[in-house]
Structure formats: structure tokens, C-alpha cells
């Protein structure tokens, strides 16, 4: 194995340890120690790859984004699709993606430094615009609305994929393919 693959899979073990550590406390409560013990490396080892707990925390609420932000811009561009298919695919993923961070969507509000806010909004910035880009495309194809402008109907869509991953474990919990029919009811072009 190269050097390169060597310092990648150190990497995740140190992510995937995080996660761990982060799961079900607090971001206070997790300290650095914990999570280069549940990694078996060094402390030190862990700043090699992570210049903070701030810097670590980040990287693991961010972590798929970029997959995300293509997966919607390939949705985008399938336009052989008819518009609804398309939708339809981008919730069930988005809600996949929000559902499988729903504990860092929690422990952000707790978290939530200068650092860390600079960094989660570049990030979330790329996801918002792609999914302007895509609802763009829908209202141009007369599938969504044309009352509300782009900016609203993204909110419309993410909102509740967001709050339904922030509540998770709650009461009654809406499926992904309920959610996405009633949020394409919403903002449909009728």
C-alpha cells in the first residue's frame, strides 16, 4: 500500500472514531484523548490530519457534501428524466444524506464557533447552489412553482428534510417518500 493510501485510511480511522465519540454526547464533552484512543493512534497522530477538535469536528459534519453537491448536479443534467423522477431522486437522497448526519445536524447548534460556522457555510453554500440550479431547471421546465422565486422554494425543499434528520428518533418519524410527496405538492407548478 502507497504512502498516499496509508495516510487516507488513517484519516477515515480517525473520522470514523470521531463519529463515534460524538454520537450521543455533547461537543463539549468529547475531547481529542477520547478519540485517539477509539482511533488506537496518538494524539498527536490526530493533529497530523486535524489542526483542532473544531478542524475534526468540521470535517466530519461536512463529509459527504461533495458527493451530494454531484449527485444533485448529475440529477440536474439527466433531463431525459421527466422532472418529477428527478425530484423524486434528489429528496430520497438528500434525506438519506441528512438522516446519516442527523447527529451532527444536532451538535452544531452546540458547536457552533466562527471557525466552524466559516467552514459549514462554504459548504453548505455549494449544496445550496446546486439545488438552485436544479429547482431553477424545474421552475424553467414549468414543473415548479413560478410564484415563489428559487431562493424560497430551496427552503421549501430543504427545511423539512433537515428538521425531519434534526428530530430523528422522535415521536412519529415521516418517510422519506411521504416527505418528498408532500413537499412536491407544495411547490409543483399546478
Known amino acids: ?9 488513517k484519516r477515515q480511522t480517525i473520522l470514523k472514531a470521531a463519529t463515534a465519540c460524538f454520537e450521543n454526547r455533547s461537543y463539549d464533552e468529547v475531547t ?3 478519540v485517539a484512543t477509539e482511533a488506537g493512534v496518538g494524539k498527536g497522530t490526530v493533529y497530523l490530519y ?6 475534526l469536528f468540521l470535517q466530519l459534519a461536512v463529509e459527504g457534501v461533495d458527493e451530494m453537491v454531484a449527485q444533485v448536479k448529475e440529477l ?11 425530484f423524486e431522486r434528489i429528496i430520497l437522497a438528500l434525506a ?3 438522516m446519516r448526519r442527523h447527529g451532527f445536524i444536532r451538535l452544531m447548534n452546540q458547536a457552533m464557533s466562527e471557525q466552524l460556522n466559516e467552514g459549514f ?17 424545474g421552475v424553467k421546465e ?21 428538521f425531519r434528520a ?25
Open 121 to 137: 457555510c462554504r459548504h453548505r453554500e455549494q449544496m445550496r447552489n446546486a439545488m438552485m440550479t436544479f429547482i431553477g431547471q
Open 76 to 86: 440536474t443534467q439527466m433531463t431525459a428524466l421527466p422532472f418529477v423522477e428527478r
Open 32 to 34: 481529542l484523548d477520547e
Open 166 to 190: 434534526r428530530n430523528q428518533g422522535h415521536s412519529h418519524p415521516v418517510s422519506p417518500e411521504v416527505l418528498s410527496r408532500l413537499i412536491w405538492s407544495a411547490i409543483k407548478h399546478d
Open 1 to 9: 500500500m502507497n504512502l498516499e493510501k496509508k495516510k487516507a485510511l
Open 50 to 55: 486535524f489542526r483542532s477538535k473544531e478542524d
Open 96 to 98: 438519506g444524506f441528512f
Open 142 to 162: 414549468g414543473a415548479l412553482r413560478r410564484d415563489c422565486d428559487v431562493a424560497e422554494l430551496e427552503m421549501m425543499l430543504i427545511g423539512p428534510l433537515v
